[in-house]
């Protein structure tokens, strides 16, 4: 298994990383350190995260999942093994997101302290607020870095055209430089990214790591009909997927993960490998079952043939 940098940082992963929006979710503590384990054991160290999760699982209010990562690192003293990527920006409780300085510089020690860390190896801007300069937010990064808090900064959910400027601002005023980008990218919802970000993150060198790369669930098989939405907490969110492009994809991941003799969720991460400026997809799993499927993908190689048959199932 081949690790991979992101982007032009010193941050060396295995090519997947672990979604940690399900902790504090549809996930308890107990099973979020099981699985955490069973992922570090096996040779990833990369987990995503954001302080926003899951503020809007009931009860919550926000910080969950950072909170279950920072004990868990606490209680294994594992820190060093763990690349730890960590997001702000989201709407904390007061109705808006925000990517202002003060915001990001208060934001950051709330999110250090629930990590139970002195820094955080990925800080990325989860939303962009097109209100906010980017200067602003750059700013705040370069002091977070300075003060040695963050090592690397990325970016999600912003466009190209954001992104580029961000980038221009950074090599202009010796701001910190996005190193990854986290665009919303799976063999279903392709368009987006392939028609907006791919070419300025393959031109610039920077990391891809794709959140929703399983389309919430959609393409491990688990959703084939209107029924099979109730099977989980997620389940509703896949009723956009219930297409007739949606059915060719399972179909084509069927075929594949048949002759492979794997399953269809590995197939999909693996087929994210072979893609331009891909570096670790982003992927969640509530059971070991699941994570064995996605810690399979990171070593399946797919032939030119494969390949194929899911460019041509999935194209738009």
Request: with cysteine; hydrophobic share 40%; glycine share 8%.
């Amino acid at each position: 298994m081949q690790k991979r940098l992101l982007g032009k940082s010193d941050l060396r992963v295995a090519p997947l990383a672990f979604g940690g929006n399900v902790f504090g979710w549809t996930i308890d503590e107990k099973a979020s350190f099981e699985l955490l384990d069973k992922f570090l054991e096996a040779g990833f160290s990369l987990v995503d995260t954001a302080d926003v999760y899951s503020r809007w699982a009931e009860g919550n209010q926000g910080g969950e999942s950072e909170t279950i990562i920072g004990r868990w690192m606490k209680l294994r003293g594992n820190r060093d093994k763990v690349v730890v990527a960590t997001k702000v920006g989201g709407d904390m409780g007061s109705g808006k997101r925000d990517t202002s300085k003060k915001y990001i510089l208060k934001a950051v020690e709330d999110s250090l302290q629930r990590l139970q860390t002195d820094v955080i190896d990925l800080y990325q801007t989860h939303w962009d607020v097109t209100d906010t300069p980017v200067e602003e937010t750059l700013e705040a990064y370069a002091q977070l870095v300075k003060e040695g808090k963050v090592r690397w900064i990325g970016a999600s959910n912003m466009s190209a055209e954001r992104l580029k400027v961000s980038l221009d601002a950074s090599d202009r005023e010796g701001y910190p430089r996005y190193q990854t980008f986290q665009p919303l990218y799976n063999l279903y919802d392709r368009e987006g990214f392939e028609k907006g970000a791919q070419a300025l993150c393959v031109q610039q060198h920077i990391g891809v790591i794709s959140y929703f790369s399983l389309a919430s669930g959609f393409l491990t098989g688990k959703y084939r009909s209107e029924k099979d939405l109730s099977k989980s907490a997620r389940g509703e969110g896949n009723k956009k997927y219930l297409t007739e492009r949606g059915f060719r994809i399972l179909a084509a991941l069927d075929e594949v993960s048949a002759q492979y003799h794997t399953t269809p969720a590995s197939v999909a991460i693996a087929w994210l490998l072979t893609r331009p400026a891909v570096a670790a997809p982003i992927a969640s799993a509530t059971s070991p079952g699941q994570l064995d499927a996605l810690l399979k993908a990171a070593s399946l190689s797919l032939g030119e043939k494969a390949i194929d048959i899911l460019e041509e199932a999935s194209k738009y």
